[in-house]
C-alpha cells in the first residue's frame, strides 16, 4: 500500500504539475497573441522592427502589471535574430535559437525553465531562472508565423501553485490509500474473528467428534464383550439344562425303564400292580420334572404384546405363582412396537428381578416401575427386605442378575443393583431402536 502511494503520489503529482504549466503557458499565449500580434505584423515583410514598433511595444511590455508579471519579453525571427527584446541590447543580435522557439515556429505553445547557459542569457549575465513561455505570433489574414514571442515569467506565484497543488494531491493520494487501508483492514480484521470462531468451533467439533468416536469404541468392544459373554452363559445354560434332564428325568425314566423287567418277572398279579405302581409314580416325577424345566426355557407368547403389556404379564404370572402381591407403576406410553431381543430383555428383567425380591425377601415390597421417556425405556424393580451386598447375581435355574447385565448391555444399554438396608433395587435403561413404532 505504502509503494503504491508513493508511486501512485508521484505521478499524479508530475501530472498535475506539467499541466498546471502548460495552463500557464496556454493562458499566457492566449493573451499574448492578443496583446503583440498586431504590433508585429511588419515582421511579415521586414526583418526588423521600426522604431515607432518598437516605442509601442516598450509602452505595452515595460509599464504596469505586466512588467510585474514577465520580467523580460524577446522575440525571436526563424533564424535566431532578435527582433524585439526588453533588453534594448539585444535587439538585432544574433543567437541560436532557443529549443522552445523552434517548437514554437511549428506551432506549439511550449514552457520550460530557463537554460542560463544560452546565448542570450550569458550576454545579459543571468543568475535567476524564470518559466519561460514560447508562443508563435501569426501575420493576420495567411496565418503564417512570423515571429515567436518569448517571456520570463517570474516562478514565485507558479511555484507557489506548484506547492498547493502537490500538497493537495498527495493529500488526496495519501486520504484515499489511509482509505483503502482501513478497509483492508476492517475486512482482514473481520474475517480473522470469523475464521477464528470457526477454528474454535472446528476445534471443539473435533473434540465432540473425538470424544463420541471413543465412547462409540467403548460402547462396542463393551457389547461385544457382553455379547460373547452371552454367548458362553447360553451355554453353560444349555450344559445346566442338560444335566437337570439327566440327573433328573432321565434317571427317573431309566429306573422306570429297569422296573419293566420286574413286571414281566413277577410271579402273581398284586406284584405287577405294585411295581406297576412305581412305574407310574416314578414317570409322573419324570414329567413333572421335565415340565418344570419347560416353563424356565418356553417363554408365553409376546410377539403382539407391547412391552407395558408384557411387563404386566410377567407381573400377573409371579403373583398367581407365589400367592404375594406387586405394585406395578408404569408412566409414559411405551412403544407398541419393539424388536424381539428387546421384548425377551424386558421379560426376563422383569421375572429375574420378581424372583430375586421372592426369594431373598420373602415377596415384601415388590415394586415394578416402567418408564417411556423420548427413545429411553426404563425399568426398574426394587423390594423393601433386608438386601445385603452379598446376594449373589446368579441364581440356579436361571440366567441370574450377571446373565440380565450381558442382556442389558448386548442392546446397548445400563444395567445397576443396588443393596441396602431398605432394600435392593435393579434397573436398566435402554435406547429404543429407530426403527420402533410407537
Not at 418277572?265 to 416325577?285: P, S, W
Request: aromatic fraction near 4%.
Amino acid at each position: 500500500m505504502l509503494a503504491a502511494m508513493f508511486l501512485a503520489g508521484v505521478v499524479i503529482s508530475g501530472i498535475v504539475t506539467r499541466a498546471a504549466v502548460e495552463s500557464t503557458a496556454a493562458s499566457s499565449a492566449l493573451f499574448l497573441d492578443s496583446l503583440l500580434s498586431p504590433l508585429v505584423q511588419q515582421l511579415a515583410r521586414r526583418e526588423v522592427l521600426g522604431p515607432q514598433a518598437i516605442a509601442r511595444l516598450d509602452e505595452a511590455l515595460k509599464e504596469g502589471a505586466f512588467a510585474d508579471r514577465f520580467a523580460h519579453v524577446d522575440i525571436w525571427r526563424s533564424d535566431g535574430l532578435a527582433a524585439y527584446s526588453t533588453t534594448s541590447d539585444l535587439i538585432g543580435g544574433r543567437f541560436p535559437p532557443p529549443e522552445g522557439a523552434a517548437m514554437a515556429f511549428d506551432g506549439e505553445v511550449s514552457a520550460r525553465y530557463t537554460d542560463l547557459a544560452a546565448g542570450e542569457h550569458v550576454a545579459r549575465a543571468w543568475t535567476t531562472k524564470y518559466l519561460e513561455i514560447y508562443v508563435p505570433l501569426r501575420e493576420h489574414g495567411s496565418g503564417r508565423i512570423i515571429a515567436v514571442v518569448e517571456i520570463h515569467e517570474l516562478t514565485q506565484p507558479l511555484e507557489a501553485k506548484l506547492l498547493k497543488l502537490r500538497v493537495q494531491t498527495w493529500l488526496v493520494v495519501s486520504g484515499a490509500a489511509l482509505s483503502i487501508a482501513l478497509a483492508l483492514t476492517g475486512v482482514v480484521y473481520s474475517n480473522s474473528r470469523l475464521i477464528g470462531r470457526q477454528q474454535v468451533a472446528l476445534e471443539s467439533r473435533l473434540a465432540e467428534i473425538e470424544r463420541v468416536s471413543h465412547q462409540n469404541s467403548e460402547l462396542r468392544m463393551k457389547v461385544q464383550r457382553a455379547s460373547g459373554r452371552l454367548v458362553e452363559m447360553n451355554e453353560s445354560y444349555l450344559r445346566n439344562v442338560g444335566a437337570e434332564l439327566h440327573d433328573g428325568p432321565v434317571q427317573l425314566i431309566g429306573l422306570s425303564a429297569l422296573k419293566i423287567e420286574q413286571v414281566r418277572r413277577a410271579a402273581d398279579k398284586d406284584g405287577r400292580a405294585a411295581i406297576l405302581t412305581a412305574i407310574e409314580g416314578l414317570l409322573g416325577d419324570a414329567l413333572h420334572d421335565m415340565r418344570a424345566i419347560a416353563r424356565g426355557l418356553v417363554l408365553p407368547e409376546i410377539q403382539a404384546l407391547s412391552l407395558r403389556e408384557i411387563v404386566e404379564s410377567v407381573v400377573r404370572v409371579h403373583e398367581r405363582r407365589t400367592g404375594t402381591a406387586v405394585s406395578l407403576i408404569c408412566d409414559g406410553t411405551p412403544p407398541s412396537r419393539s424388536s424381539q431381543a428387546m421384548r425377551l430383555c424386558a421379560y426376563r428383567f422383569v421375572q429375574e428381578g420378581l424372583n430375586n425380591a421372592y426369594r431373598h425377601a420373602g415377596g415384601h415390597g415388590q415394586t415394578v416401575e416402567c418408564r417411556h421417556e423420548g427413545d429411553v425405556f426404563v425399568l426398574r424393580v426394587s423390594d423393601d427386605g433386608a438386601g445385603t451386598a452379598g446376594r449373589p447375581e446368579t441364581s440356579e435355574g436361571s440366567l441370574g442378575l450377571f446373565g440380565l447385565r450381558e442382556r442389558v448391555e448386548s442392546l446397548g444399554g445400563t444395567f445397576s443393583v443396588r443393596h441396602g438396608r431398605q432394600g435392593t433395587v435393579i434397573e436398566m435403561a435402554t435406547v429404543l431402536n429407530g426403527g420402533d413404532e410407537v
